[in-house]
């Protein structure tokens, strides 16, 4: 963990520090989870509707987005053929199996042993989808329609999380115009979840996905049922976030945190795999800047009383430290990644 300090924070914020307590929440919180209508941003309520998102990601680091404008259509088709992938005969999958974890289409399955037996825990396929003509030759040919199918979700949830930074990076008075170019040529990766039904006598204690935060500056979540939990950061309490068929969740990814110089926290959620009948698919998004493209903390953000608290570090940075450090996974906290050196 100490060689992961050494990549992003030059002071150690209290959230990395607790990172024990962080993972260690009890109970389950039933507090309101915020809601964005992208409608709000077209029209006279922008103003009201950039500052409701800013205090979400400041109090949550994460939000439930209605109204943005990605047809239900499309949604349940991008589902149905994420879904027929993992159904695919086990050898079809394993053309595209790699530990390398710089390729940039890979799938891998992580298994646990459950009673002495080994079962396989999570699925997911990863794949770059930005620019899209540069990589989905590399997709999966099957099925069929894979690469329509979700190409076209691709395209529409990078267009929604274009204008959710560009909102998220005006409530931080930057300025709409800030980063706008780097994040247009920006970095997309689809990464793809099937967690099979729960075997587990304790379902409750079974992680479909640990505890962790994503190495995005935001991240654009469809899930197809139940399952996605987030760490409140005041109550730190556990929240299943509720499926409501049509609408998208948005995680504070640890990028996010690093432009926002700690204002903004990035989302720590989990998945926890408790359907005993139905495998639970889910689609995430995540958007960051180019692969070599440095983010840092902007002067602006920068004072006597907020002094810069993050090192600069691009996403090959990331994936280099996960390349000689395979045993971190998922389990560690990234945000301890950017310490001081």
Aim: glycine content about 6%; some cysteine.
């Amino acid at each position: 963990m100490s060689s992961l300090r050494s990549l992003f924070l030059v002071h150690l914020p209290y959230s990395c520090s607790k990172a024990t307590t962080r993972y260690a929440a009890i109970c389950m919180s039933r507090s309101a989870v915020p809601v964005i209508d992208m409608q709000g941003l077209h029209g006279l309520s922008r103003s009201s509707t950039v500052s409701d998102i800013g205090k979400a990601c400041h109090e949550k680091g994460y939000f439930q987005l209605t109204n943005h404008g990605i047809a239900s259509s499309t949604l349940d088709g991008t589902l149905d053929i994420a879904t027929a992938f993992f159904e695919l005969a086990t050898d079809k999958k394993l053309e595209l199996m790699s530990v390398d974890i710089t390729r940039p289409v890979r799938f891998s399955l992580i298994k646990e042993v459950v009673m002495g037996q080994e079962q396989i825990q999570r699925l997911f396929l990863k794949h770059y989808a930005h620019p899209l003509e540069e990589w989905i030759h590399m997709w999966p040919s099957e099925p069929l329609d894979y690469r329509t199918k979700m190409g076209t979700y691709s395209v529409e949830a990078r267009k929604v999380a274009l204008q959710v930074m560009e909102a998220i990076v005006e409530s931080l008075r930057l300025g709409r115009d800030y980063l706008k170019d780097q994040l247009q040529d920006g970095l997309q990766v689809m990464a793809l979840h099937a967690y099979p039904p729960c075997t587990s006598t304790d379902p409750c204690s079974s992680f479909g996905i640990a505890p962790h935060s994503d190495y995005s500056i935001i991240t654009i979540v469809l899930q197809k049922s139940p399952g996605l939990e987030e760490l409140d950061p005041k109550t730190n309490k556990w929240e299943l976030l509720p499926h409501q068929h049509g609408s998208l969740f948005v995680h504070v990814g640890n990028y996010l945190e690093v432009i926002s110089n700690g204002l903004y926290k990035s989302a720590v959620h989990k998945v926890s795999a408790n359907d005993r009948d139905n495998t639970r698919v889910s689609i995430a998004s995540l958007h960051s800047l180019s692969i070599d493209e440095k983010v840092c903390v902007p002067d602006n953000l920068v004072t006597v009383h907020t002094p810069k608290g993050y090192k600069e570090s691009s996403f090959r940075d990331f994936l280099r430290f996960l390349s000689i450090n395979q045993d971190f996974g998922v389990q560690g906290d990234v945000m301890v990644w950017i310490e001081k050196q």
